[in-house]
């Protein structure tokens, strides 16, 4: 019986690496590059190797200028082709050509003509390039089209149109300031990227004006705007009025406040959670304002969609910094994220919930975050190390388990700047909180016991020199201190050399006895521990 045919997992993994651009070189892609010139041209052929030349362009690949001139006059050719397809690939190509002032003229006539053609697709493709690649001079015979294409009713030509004024008002911003009157109708279309596109143009153009962008901002407030995206340049905009704007009502509303808040129960939840995030972010904002942005918030925290979740719990770990009280409520929904299979949302809850729990939940955190450290990189474990000191100085009464458990993920395994991070972590709360003091030196001698790290011994070993003399039993340090001038490499065991020498000159009972060691250190076959 014939065994079915299946694929090996080392097949599908060279199937999942393999790049159709796989060892493409550019000389081969040049020499293909004839195929331009070929009085039967192959529409297919054609676009595939203009795929290659432009998979080169974007990876850095720089091209000579006698290459790039004959590919750009290759190309040119291709405007006799019929082809739709291929025709959106010529316009890729001149884009990233980017020809000189004399080459431009060559394609100037085709692109003018393509930019009135009936055809809505060369048109507003027309309109990029013609932008992208021209001066001066030649926009100023063309303004009058580029301004009949920003009120074409096809929403295509117009966003090409709105588009390209924004990247040409920053070579020619006096030629694209003239746009203005049709750039104001634009923002009244029914199409959402258009009037997305020409608020963000419009903005741009009176940036620079105050009052102007105010007038703005006052007008569309008023509920003209009806694309999802627009109206989140609105707020953003918005937020930039009522930052700029110092001038609060004797009554002490704020500005346009009413406006945000009532973006909170659009229908379309990447507005909404843009006036959340808005509101949070108002300087001097009140309980009062954060309370109806903290429900919205929380009820983000429940979506099924991951995005939502990740982009809540953020915006609430930033208030928490601030208002920790505020975000208080909600904790409950946080609880139920640590266990979320993405480990970045995951991370953000559990930071978030240690700024904003109360001493009696402390514990119950330390279980939940045990399990949790396992599943996650170390960037996210250096973040939840950071937060987890944060609360210790806060709640100094908890620092047993807090050190208890900053001392179990110190001897897990982890790369240097996670244990740095834990160490530094540790030292910081010896200093700060003096019943640590004795405990956490402890930690730091069973530490470098095995410790891979040669910085993060030096380390220890110079702090156990400044604070260790100052315990209640300094000799309890000595044999670890000992330890490593047997065990350890040069800069170590001069470290630990230099250490004992600290204990010996601070505490006087213990002066015979570093002496000894100190006189078998000086047969060490390292110069700079025998003399240190």
Request: hydrophobic content about 40%.
């Amino acid at each position: 019986m014939a065994q079915p045919l299946v694929k090996k997992d080392d097949d599908r993994d060279d199937e999942a690496d393999y790049s159709p651009f796989l060892g493409i070189e550019k000389g081969a892609v040049l020499q293909e590059a004839r195929v331009f010139n070929d009085p039967q041209l192959d529409a297919r052929r054609c676009s595939q190797v203009i795929t290659k030349l432009l998979y080169l362009l974007n990876q850095g690949e720089t091209f000579t200028k006698v290459e790039a001139t004959e590919v750009f006059f290759a190309v040119t050719k291709l405007f006799q082709s019929r082809d739709i397809g291929l025709r959106r690939m010529v316009y890729l190509m001149i884009k990233e050509l980017s020809p000189s002032a004399d080459e431009v003229i060559i394609v100037t006539s085709s692109l003018m003509k393509d930019m009135n053609s009936k055809t809505d697709m060369y048109r507003a493709n027309a309109i990029r390039v013609l932008c992208r690649i021209t001066d001066g001079t030649l926009l100023t015979q063309i303004e009058r089209y580029l301004k009949q294409a920003i009120v074409d009713k096809n929403p295509v030509v117009a966003s090409a149109a709105l588009v390209s004024g924004i990247h040409l008002l920053q070579t020619n911003p006096e030629i694209v300031k003239r746009w203005s009157n049709e750039v104001q109708e634009a923002v009244q279309s029914r199409a959402a990227l258009v009037q997305f596109h020409a608020l963000a143009l419009l903005h741009q153009i009176r940036q620079n004006d105050r009052l102007a962008v105010s007038k703005l901002v006052t007008s569309l407030t008023r509920g003209t705007v009806r694309s999802p995206l627009a109206q989140c340049l609105l707020i953003r905009y918005t937020s930039q009025v009522i930052r700029e704007s110092s001038n609060i009502n004797q009554t002490g509303d704020r500005p346009f406040y009413d406006y945000l808040e009532s973006c909170l129960r659009h229908k379309a939840e990447m507005v909404i959670f843009e006036a959340a995030k808005a509101i949070t972010e108002l300087s001097g904002v009140t309980n009062r304002e954060l309370t109806p942005a903290i429900t919205v918030l929380q009820l983000f925290l429940s979506s099924s969609k991951p995005v939502l979740r990740f982009a809540a719990v953020r915006t609430l770990n930033k208030v928490a910094m601030t208002h920790p009280m505020a975000v208080t409520n909600c904790n409950i929904d946080m609880e139920s994220l640590i266990s979320d299979p993405n480990r970045s949302i995951a991370t953000l809850a559990i930071t978030t919930l240690l700024k904003t729990g109360n001493e009696s939940s402390v514990d119950r955190l330390m279980k939940q975050i045990t399990n949790f450290m396992s599943d996650i990189a170390d960037e996210f474990k250096i973040v939840v190390v950071e937060a987890i000191r944060s609360l210790c100085l806060k709640f100094p009464l908890k620092y047993r388990s807090l050190m208890n458990f900053l001392s179990n993920i110190l001897r897990e395994e982890g790369g240097f700047e996670y244990k740095k991070a834990i160490v530094d972590s540790i030292v910081i709360l010896i200093r700060d909180i003096p019943d640590a003091k004795e405990s956490g030196l402890l930690h730091l001698c069973e530490f470098i016991e095995d410790c891979e790290f040669t910085y993060l011994s030096t380390q220890i070993l110079h702090f156990l020199g400044i604070e260790g003399p100052k315990t209640s039993d300094p000799s309890k340090y000595i044999r670890y201190i000992y330890n490593r001038v047997h065990l350890e490499n040069a800069t170590v065991r001069a470290s630990a050399v230099s250490t004992l020498a600290k204990f010996g000159a601070l505490v006087d009972s213990l002066k015979p006895r570093i002496f000894i060691l100190l006189r078998r250190c000086l047969f060490d076959s390292d110069d700079e521990v025998s003399y240190f």
